[in-house]
């Protein structure tokens, strides 16, 4: 897990926050907002909030109430405690691409397969800067639809040994997903104390919570699982078309979803979500990597740390259909603002292509070379007399160079960051080397981190219960 | 020109500052600073500091009186006033790749000819982010290499109403380019008071200017023209393989050519370069868009406020051969920063690919597309109550879409960016469009642009006045 202590790139005023402060109090009281569960109804009734037609119209400082009961951090347990993560504070956790239903292997755009799921666990195991494979990394057509959600667990669970997310498509999936963790963790007590899944529960923005989402939600927090509780905000569409109004919004969707995470058990851990860009407003289509993405970004991190939450938001995002350049500065254009907002918990940091319809072999390889790149980038630099080397200067002069000063010799090998995919190649080099791209050349290095990839040890009895429990519960589910 | 009026991102604490402070006074008084000028040394001489066989050992406090001579921020005047910049402040203005012997259009790289000198040049002038071609777009073989200085000033006076660079290959090159402006602007006395030209002076780091630029510092900062005084630290070659050595380095160089140009000319304007990166420990290449160069860029702009002086550096860097992924993160992962540390002169903003041996036409245009995505990302948001558009949610409501909201329909025109380049098309309306990736749109948009060009207007007895000087000079330069 990375640690960013490098400063936070604040944007909002006091004032600017003064007014979306109003923003949302006066959403949450005046327009209300709509919990597609009864369950979650009768708590807010319950809690002397006032609830009508499935709509909650709140008190803000009741809102405020709740989430002063979650905690500004938690660890995440991943089975090897090397890859636990901390949630919250300086933490950064990277995990992987979230939902594609397609593949982009080279040219050939198609069907997520379950190997490709496997695939791409392989690969998030693989590479250091990632803490996670995610959840669902693609979304397997060719496993049945009912029980999928078991043969994903159960990847993530054994093709690595980092934390990965929870299955959120109804409360039962959420149910096998803790029953599952509770095999693999030895027991419900011991993620009870320490959370082992995160999953990730989406608003039907404008200020709709669905049943199913919310079901889910019952269920992890009642087992004290984390839950990101996100707005799903393309603006112009799911929002106005004002960034001030989408952060309002923002605010008061996460608020109230993360009341109710309070309300079914308090002290629970929650993350405040976020997932905001914007529209093209002549075709409708969603953008990625776009200016008022990255604002929209910097005040979310402002605004999380004022309500002392964990966050959630950024990731590798782009809507360009291939690995090209657009990929290459759209993904940089949102991961660079994740970092100087200080983000906790990242989403889409690998593999993500064409607006999140695609997971990709190579944009995985690149995002993964920009994550490490910027990892190194916030990591602050250490200045004091030694580092200025003086006798470096005394022994090379005037127009000289360093190339065989002392202070090189002792700290060439680890002085810069080596890129293992950016080529710096000069061009008869690189022309004789076949003249590839770095998406082709990211390609190969893909398909050789999944020939050197090996397994994660694994307890055989563990392996053997967990199977036991998916071949049971597939039965169950007629697959 | 745009001002970027957003928070600068500061890395540097108090005490590393103090650090590097000790630092340069250490090496300007200890080590000294190469100076391949008699007429340099006998300025520097007469003002009172040690002299001896060709070095100058500076007293720290005689090198800051003089940069204290320097104007924080200038006007630079174009012939087309509207074009007319600040440089300083929160002044940022952009000019184009310098300096590639080679050029590169689709997957054909060859020698850059005066065709696509001027290419670039119309190219500068069409795109409004960009404030200046620069100087040497490209270094054109097919013209006489001792007259081609006249052709580049030609070429960018003519073909392009913006500010320009002067040519900083000798002395003489440097009068000419002089004498061409005050032919455009009408005289000495005007470019005198308002200066025409912004020039580099690059140093032959570690602590060594030579003579060819020397001769050029002479000429232009006497005619109150700008100079850019640059250190050009590739870390590992030209500096010791620390940033901070690079820092402290990079302060001594720059402030020494500073103090220079105070002598020549008290108050002439001059800006502090940057031009700071690292090669590559095991092939020697250089390296850009790398976390070292970041992180250099950010301290570099905090450094130069310091001193109250104008800053140059940033651009759109890449060691990639071609315009594909790469080159999309690298030249980010330098631009991005190159807003976020509010950098006042930027070269090298459209164009540069491959190290900055070729001036790529897709790269431009790749590269004018961030440029204007940035642009529009430091911009600060406003924060309202009527940006809230709460009526827009009165009207929506839960679960509706914003599409047809009044508040859309008022604004969805102008709300946010268009990219130009960037696609979010479909897939499949992608496809039909023949499945061009990013690089392939950019080069068509060239061509499109380039066949749109029009010349802007120039009184036709200037015209007449630069070709007779350019033809009488080329005749005397043997050409």
């Not at 002397?48 to 951090?73: I, M, N, T, W, Y």
């Not at 347990?77 to 995990?95: L, S």
């Not at 049943?211 to 905000?233: G, H, I, K, S």
């Not at 990709?360 to 190194?376: G, I, P, R, T």
């Amino acid at each position: 897990m990375f640690r960013n202590t490098m400063p936070r790139y604040e944007i909002l005023s006091e004032q600017a926050m003064n007014t979306l402060d109003g923003g949302w109090r006066r959403l949450v009281s005046e327009i209300g907002v709509e919990f597609g569960s009864g369950r979650a109804l009768e708590l807010f009734r319950q809690a002397g909030q006032k609830v009508e037609d499935g709509l909650v119209r709140f008190d803000p400082e009741f809102v405020l109430e709740q989430v002063a009961k979650a905690p500004s951090g938690f660890d995440l347990q991943a089975r090897n405690p090397a890859n636990t993560v901390h949630i919250g504070g300086d933490g950064m956790a990277f995990g992987a691409v979230y939902g594609p239903p397609f593949v982009r292997e080279g040219n050939v755009r198609r069907d997520a397969k379950m190997a490709d799921f496997e695939n791409f666990a392989r690969l998030s195991q693989v590479f250091s800067v990632l803490d996670s494979a995610g959840g669902v990394v693609c979304e397997p057509e060719d496993a049945p639809l009912d029980s999928r959600h078991l043969d994903m667990t159960f990847a993530l669970q054994t093709l690595t040994d980092k934390i990965y997310m929870g299955n959120v498509v109804s409360g039962e999936n959420a149910r096998d997903t803790i029953a599952m963790t509770e095999i693999l963790f030895g027991g419900r007590d011991t993620i009870e104390e320490t959370p082992a899944t995160i999953s990730l529960i989406n608003c039907n923005s404008p200020l709709r919570w669905d049943e199913r989402m919310l079901d889910a939600l019952f269920e992890y927090c009642a087992a004290n699982q984390a839950v990101v509780v996100t707005p799903f905000l393309l603006m112009g569409a799911m929002s106005p078309v004002s960034i001030p109004a989408a952060l309002a919004q923002q605010i008061a969707e996460a608020l109230t979803g993360i009341a109710l995470a309070q309300l079914i058990r308090p002290g629970c851990p929650v993350v405040f979500g976020s997932f905001l860009s914007n529209i093209d407003m002549q075709s409708g289509s969603p953008c990625f990597g776009t200016p008022e993405s990255a604002i929209g970004l910097l005040a979310t991190g402002q605004i999380a740390r004022r309500f002392n939450l964990p966050v959630r938001s950024g990731g590798g995002l782009t809507s360009s259909q291939t690995p090209d350049a657009q990929a290459g500065y759209e993904a940089l254009m949102t991961m660079l603002p994740t970092f100087l907002a200080g983000i906790n918990w990242v989403m889409h940091s690998a593999g993500w292509l064409e607006g999140g319809l695609v997971a990709s072999y190579e944009k995985f390889v690149l995002d993964v070379q920009v994550l490490e790149m910027l990892q190194h980038e916030f990591t602050p630099l250490e200045i004091d007399e030694a580092s200025l080397a003086f006798g470096a200067h005394d022994e090379v002069r005037h127009g000289g160079h360093f190339l065989g000063a002392a202070h090189t010799m002792e700290r060439f090998r680890t002085c810069f960051y080596r890129p293992f995919l950016s080529s710096s190649e000069n061009y008869e080099r690189w022309v004789r080397g076949g003249g590839k791209d770095a998406a082709a050349r990211a390609a190969e290095i893909a398909r050789a981190k999944l020939a050197e990839y090996e397994p994660p040890p694994l307890d055989d009895a563990v392996r053997e219960e967990l199977t036991e429990y998916v071949t049971r519960r597939r039965r169950e589910l007629g697959d």
